[in-house]
Structures are given as C-alpha cells and as structure tokens.
C-alpha cells in the first residue's frame, strides 16, 4: 500500500530496514490468537514479479502459543518458528494462525494421499470441542472434492479456521489454505455444519476455482498492478455455486438447507432486486473496485446493486449444470465440466489462466452449446425477475409461505423484504427499502427509525405481529418513524401476511436439483 524512494549510495549492496505494524482494532489478533497475514508486514522492491523474489521468513510468538500453517518449516523450536525458503507470493499466499488455544485435526479420508488438515484456534479451550458430526462432515467435504475436481493442486490443505467474537468474520482464498473466521463459539452450537460447510467448502473451491484457475485479467505479476474484474462472476460466481454443492454432498448441509439457501437467493434478485432493471449482472463484478458501489454502503443496495456476482452465479451456473444434463442426454454432468477445466496433473500451486471464450470452449468441449449466448444474455439481462431456469430445470420452483428458513446465522438483518419491503435491525433502524416496494411507496427510506407499529412499541416481533395480521384486514399498517430529529407516522398498504421464500417440488419433472447433490464419494 506503500511505496519508499531511496537513494543508495554507491557501493552499498545490502539494506536493512526495521518498522512496526500496527494491528487494527478487531482484525486480526486478540490476547488469546493472531492470525497473520505477511503482506501486512513486509517490503519487497518494486518491479520484479513476485514469483522471483525468495523470502526468509522467521516469528516469534508469545510463549505456549501453538501455530498452524501451510508454510513448509525449517525448524520449531519453543517460540521461534524459522520458515524453508518461499517465493514472494506463496509466503504471501499462506497465512500463519497461531494461538493460546490450538487444535489440529486430520481430516484426510480413507485412501487419499495427499495429507488435509484443520487448524483452529479460538479464545477460549471450550470453543474447540467440533463434534464428530462438523468433524466427519469436514473429511467427507475433503473426499467429495477429489471427486468433483478429480484433480488437486497443492502439496497438502490447512483449513486455517479462527474461531473468535473480536475478529473480522470473513475467509479468504489460497492455494494450499484458507484463512477463515467465525464466530468464537460457532462449532458449539446447532448451525455448526451449516455455518462451517458455508465458509469453508467456498474457501477450498477456490483452491481449484480463482487460485488455479484464474481469469487471465485478474493474474498480475506485481501487487501494485491493478486487476481487472469483469470475469469474477467466473471466479466468485462459480466458486460460490460449487461450495454450497460441496457442503451438501458432504452432509455439512441438509438437503432442506441447500432448498433454503437457494430459495433465499432467488428471491432476493427477484422481488428484492429491483436494481437489476438498470444495472446488468456484468456490471457488478466491473464494479467490484469501486469499493463503496460494490458494498452497497449508505443504503439502497437493492437499487445500487452490490457484490451480486457471487450469489447471482449460484442460480446461474446452476443453470449451466442443467443444460449439461439435458443437452447431453444425462452422459455428462457439471462434474464432467470441472474434472476438465480444473483438472490436470498436481505440479503442487501453480496458475493456469483463462478468458471468457476459453471458458467457453471448456463448456463447448462437454456439451455443445451456444454457450457465449447463455452467458451474455445472463451477464447483460435487465429483466426484473430473478434467472431461476436451473431451480425450474432441477424440477422446483419458488413459493412464498409463513415456514422459518432452516439457515443459521445468514439473516443478521431482521428482514421484512418479501412483505413491506424493509430491511431493519434489530433497534428498527431501516437499512434499506426495496425500490417500488410497499414501504418505499409510502415514503421510507434508509436510515429512518421504527419507534411504533400500530401505536405498540416496535420490536421485530410486534412488527411481525403486525404483518401477519395484515391478511385478516384492510387497514394499512401505521409506523410511527423518527426521521433525523423528527417523528412523522407513515401508512404502509399491504395485505399479504408473512412472506418467507421456499423451494417447492414440481412433480411432473424430475429431480435433478437433489440429484446433484446427493454425496458421490464412495468411501464415506
Ligand atoms: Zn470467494
């Protein structure tokens, strides 16, 4: 992020330079674990690819602090960890965690050569108690992608799981790891398999999907040269259909879940997504360096759009799975698809790029397709509705009903998005208003405050109560909102009761959805 100017003198062959990194509030460390990331703290000279340049790397960690990594070790010995030779871009690729609280697990299934394990470190000893379910579901996620890729690309996987409520919660992608983070006592409860299988099976497609195969415009040589995004609707998109296929053949996700999930997603570029009438798919991932466009900060992210290429490329990869399968008579499948593309020998990590008509052709090569079509038309549509072709090709469709969503920890938002047309936290906040939608009609907008819902002080569940009871009456629902420094009351207009998205059977076409993700590895 930095760039120093110097002026060396003559003859000088060596320089030393000794700084500080300061660790941000509520990162990446705590007084119980780190999880560190080398591009945080280092130099490296400008101009030579990173691949080049060989890095010696040594840490110290505070005493009885144990690590894990995928970084091959020199030696270990008490607090002083000393790192083999690496290149300037696997050191910056493979993440050290290291903690007071430290458990490793092998999570190599029967037969498979090549050694996986799951590091985690947590702030305290009893959030590393993963249950032999999470755990057995893990290894199977480990087989399931040798079936599905029949190929790997790394010399052994560390799933770098940190487990902590003062951390930032996101994974990130490497070649022979992932740096994943959760809340601290995630494995302890009943979502564990749904929450872990989420993260991490999406974290370790990329091993395959973004870090071996790359779009070519996003593989730079030096970190100060900038990416071009257009193709992460490949990357991320594909990436983020394949995971959640993975944790279902796994049976880290429940078949209910993976309906849910789906649903959820369909609905949400349905009636929640009325951006997409201005702004097309591809745009989105062009977007993507527009930090603030991309995030859909600030409100009206259902009108902005935000980093839509990852949800919007589970329905629409889906749909490639589909038209495998139908277009070649059920002999080939989406599996048949990435044995191909991201197959090949194991050369350990390496990069192999691609553009959007080598994509093409990798689809071609499997089913005879007009496959650039499929592809523009989807990248470029602005039609309102959602691109549920794969869910109706699977043989299901989308209902709305009053049943919860079997999804742990993926509404942090308590949402009224189906129904009034509202996103709102917990205090009645309203983070965003869907454009068009009941509430937007009568005049809310983010940013706004619910104090009352039909003169009753709000919570969620007297909203809820409310929206409910909307069915049985012809009242609209009254809210008394607080605007800046201003209490104004607003009358919604809806009468739909509660509006919650489902996957429903059509049973006059077969299942092809649950057929893809029934588990396929033999040794379970
Ligand atoms: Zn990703």
């Known amino acids: 992020m930095f760039a120093f100017h110097l002026e060396i003198p003559q003859g000088v062959s060596q320089l030393e330079a000794t700084y500080d990194y300061i660790e941000p509030e ?80 092998d999570i190599t299934p029967a037969g498979e050569p090549i050694h996986h394990e799951l590091d985690l470190v947590a702030d305290s000893e009893a959030a590393l108690a993963i249950s032999p379910e999470t755990q057995k579901g893990m290894t199977s996620l480990v087989a399931e992608s040798g079936k599905l890729f029949g190929a790997r690309h790394y010399r052994d996987y560390h ?49 395959w999907n973004g870090k071996f195969r790359r779009p070519a415009d996003l593989t730079v040589p030096y970190y100060e040269q900038p990416m071009e995004t257009d193709l992460l609707w490949g990357y991320e998109g594909l990436t983020d259909y394949l995971g959640p296929l993975l944790a279902a053949r796994s049976e880290l996700w429940t078949e209910e879940q993976y ?71 059920g002999k080939k499948s989406i599996d048949d698809f990435t044995q191909a593309f991201h197959g090949g020998p194991n050369n350990g990590p390496e990069v192999k790029t691609y553009t959007f008509d080598q994509l093409v052709s990798a689809l071609n090569a499997i089913a005879p397709y007009d496959w650039a079509t499929f592809l523009h038309t989807h990248l470029d549509s602005t039609a309102p509705e959602a691109p549920v072709g794969g869910i109706e090709n699977g043989g299901w469709k989308i209902i709305f009903n009053d049943k919860p969503l079997k999804l742990e920890g993926r509404r942090a938002n308590f949402g009224q998005i189906y129904t009034i047309g509202l996103l709102l936290k917990d205090d009645g906040t309203v983070t965003d208003a869907i454009v ?55 009358h919604v207009d809806y009468h739909g009761g509660e509006r919650i998205p489902h996957l429903e059977r059509v049973e006059q076409k077969p299942d092809y959805l649950d057929e893809l993700i029934k588990p396929h590895a033999a040794a379970k």
């Open 26 to 105: 509520g990162e990446s460390a705590t007084d119980k674990l780190t999880v560190l990331e080398w591009n945080d703290v280092l130099l490296y000279p400008a101009g030579t690819p990173a691949e080049q340049l060989t890095y010696e790397a040594t840490l110290l960690l505070p005493e009885g602090w144990k690590f894990g990594t995928s970084l091959p070790i020199e030696s270990a010995a008490a607090n002083k960890i000393v790192f083999k030779p690496i290149s300037l871009d696997m050191l910056v690729d493979s993440p050290v965690i290291a903690g007071e609280f430290y458990r490793v697990i």
């Open 259 to 329: 309906h849910d999930y789906m649903a959820s997603i369909a609905a949400a570029f349905g009636p929640g997504r009325p951006g997409r009438t201005w702004r097309p798919l591809l745009d989105t991932a062009v977007g993507e360096t527009n930090e603030g466009l991309a995030r859909g900060q600030g409100g009206w992210s259902n009108w902005r759009r935000g980093t839509d290429y990852y949800d919007e490329g589970d329905l629409m990869w889906l749909e490639v799975a589909t038209i495998i399968h139908h277009e070649t008579n």
């Open 436 to 490: 068009g939608g009941p509430a937007f009609q009568a005049g809310i907008a983010p940013a706004m405050k619910v104090m009352a819902v039909n003169d009753h002080v709000f919570t969620p569940d007297v909203l809820l109560d409310a929206i409910k009871a909307t069915k049985d009456t012809s009242q609209p629902i009254s809210l008394l909102i607080l605007s800046d420094d201003y209490f104004r009351t607003f």
């Open 159 to 207: 799933f770098l799981l940190t487990l902590s409520d003062h951390v930032a919660h996101f994974g990130l992608e490497h070649h022979e790891s992932n740096d994943s983070r959760l809340p601290e006592r995630v494995l302890l409860g009943p979502g564990a398999g749904y929450m872990v299988g989420g993260l991490l099976a999406h974290e370790f497609v990329h091993s």
